[in-house]
């Protein structure tokens, strides 16, 4: 899982670099309104970000604090892949070539991620809730 969460971590990091150096590399559209959607997304996509640095953090030191911060990124991933689809579906975004695809990628892995984050801490919890407080 932490292996995991590090390259989630850097998918994200990744995406945002190239948005906001290059972004014909990732963006599906360029229209004013995309844009500005997406313009929306770096406080939230950094919030996801920090509950997985925070879970990885969590996690090696054995903190019971994990299932907290799992469950936390794994609701977060949730909300922004709704969100995401949603202007997605209602724009046509994914029939809009190359980077539609790349978009529909994105939104695969999001819902990949929530589901499997959340069943992994779900599925341990009773672990976890074991460990050591040092968080």
Do not use: C
């Amino acid at each position: 899982m932490i292996g995991a969460l590090g390259a989630l971590s850097l998918v994200m990091l990744a995406y945002w670099i190239l948005w906001f150096t290059d972004r014909s590399a990732v963006a599906s559209a360029h229209s004013s309104v995309y844009v500005a959607f997406e313009n929306s997304f770096p406080v939230a996509d950094g919030l996801l970000t920090f509950t997985m640095l925070a879970s990885i953090v969590t996690l090696r030191r054995q903190s019971s604090y994990a299932l907290l911060w799992l469950l936390l990124g794994s609701g977060g991933a949730f909300y922004l892949f709704g969100m995401d689809v949603l202007y997605d579906l209602e724009h046509r975004v994914w029939f809009s070539g190359t980077n539609g695809l790349v978009e529909l990628g994105i939104n695969a892995l999001t819902l990949f991620a929530a589901i499997g984050i959340g069943r992994w801490a779900w599925t341990r919890r009773a672990e976890l809730d074991q460990v050591k407080d040092t968080a």
